[in-house]
């Protein structure tokens, strides 16, 4: 049975920084990426990466403060979200490919998916 377990979120001040983590259990992960919603608001794409690590997409609006990367002897992978927002206030979801192929920028590109983990910055 397929699982993805996100962990990380929590309260922060604006400015700060939160690490997530995507653990996939029941078999090996292709392209990964994060998405996160606000309420009210449809999902919206935040970062993918390959299965390699060498090819790494980010939405405009977290580019030069988040970072995204894997491990795949833990098919793990991580967001390092820097420099934290008011407007970031979301559930970050992770998903996930199990075959072969380019990151996607959109949710349909993605076969499993997270529970999500609620990231809250404050003024």
């Known amino acids: 049975q397929v699982q993805l377990v996100e962990s990380g979120g929590g309260l922060v001040q604006a400015g700060g920084s939160l690490r997530l983590s995507c653990a996939a259990s029941g078999r090996s992960m292709y392209a990964m990426a994060w998405f996160r919603q606000a309420p009210g608001k449809e999902r919206e794409f935040v970062a993918a990466i390959s299965w390699t690590g060498g090819s790494t997409y980010y939405a405009d609006s977290v580019k030069g403060r988040f970072a995204i990367s894997r491990d795949n002897a833990a098919n793990t992978v991580y967001l390092q979200m820097n420099s934290l927002k008011p407007e970031d206030t979301a559930v970050y979801y992770c998903?996930?490919?199990?075959?072969?192929?380019?990151?996607?920028?959109?949710?349909?590109?993605?076969?499993?998916w997270g529970q999500g983990t609620q990231v809250t910055v404050s003024s």
């Open positions: 998903g996930a490919k199990p075959t072969p192929g380019p990151p996607s920028t959109r949710d349909r590109g993605y076969d499993y």
